[in-house]
Structures are given as structure tokens and as C-alpha cells.
Nanobody, 117 residues
Framework: QVQLVESGGGLVETGGSLRLSCTASGSIFGMNYMGWYRQAPGKQRELVARISSAGSTYIADSVKGRFTISRDNAKSTVYLQMNSLKPEDTAVYYC???????????WGQGTQVTVSS
């Protein structure tokens, strides 16, 4: 059973930066897409960024220019670099791996990101 373990969340001031990491234990063969989602209190979970095995990326408009996603296939790890953080970025961030870009197959446990104003 593949598990995803996230790290890097925390409390940061407005304008600060954080780097989230998500590493898979076990084989992720066929999991071509790695992504980061977030869910703020009272809101639906939303896709923040996604990267394919070929390296093509999708970045949500709300974070474009501030967040970047990358992956290290050798380490089965995906990263989310978050710069110029805003209070509205406060949420639980989840990584997810999937065979297709539309429906993740595996989810991480989530990591809290809190941006203070």
C-alpha cells in the first residue's frame, strides 16, 4: 500500500515563504500526475498545482506567479514552493498522486499552512 507523507507546513507571516514536500513510500508506477490541493475552513477542496511525469504543470490562477511545483522522480517526491504568501492561502494542503489528471488515486494526510496578517 503506497502512502504519501507531507512535510513543510507551518505558521508564516504575510509575504513569507514555505516549501511543502510529499514523498511516496512504495511503488508509484503509473502515477503520472502529482498535485497539491488545499482546503480552507468552510470551503471546498481545490486544486492548487499539478505536474505530470513529463514535467508539464498546471498552476491555479489564485497562486500563479507565487507558487511553483516540481518533482523528483528518483525520490518519488513532489514539492510546492510557496512565496509571497497571503492570509487567504491559509488552508490544509494535501498532496495527491494519480494515473490521470482528473481523479487522484492516493492522498496524503494533509499539512496545515497558516499565514498571519
Amino acid at each position: 500500500q503506497v502512502q504519501l507523507v507531507e512535510s513543510g507546513g507551518g505558521l508564516v507571516e504575510t509575504g513569507g515563504s514555505l516549501r511543502l514536500s510529499c514523498t511516496a513510500s512504495g511503488s508509484i508506477f503509473g502515477m503520472n500526475y502529482m498535485g497539491w490541493y488545499r482546503q480552507a475552513p468552510g470551503k471546498q477542496r481545490e486544486l492548487v498545482a499539478r505536474i505530470s511525469s513529463a514535467g508539464s504543470t498546471y498552476i491555479a490562477d489564485s497562486v500563479k506567479g507565487r507558487f511553483t511545483i516540481s518533482r523528483d522522480n528518483a525520490k518519488s517526491t513532489v514539492y510546492l514552493q510557496m512565496n509571497s504568501l497571503k492570509p487567504e492561502d491559509t488552508a490544509v494542503y494535501y498532496c495527491a498522486f494519480g494515473r490521470t489528471p482528473w481523479a487522484p488515486n492516493i492522498w496524503g494526510q494533509g499539512t496545515q499552512v497558516t499565514v498571519s496578517s
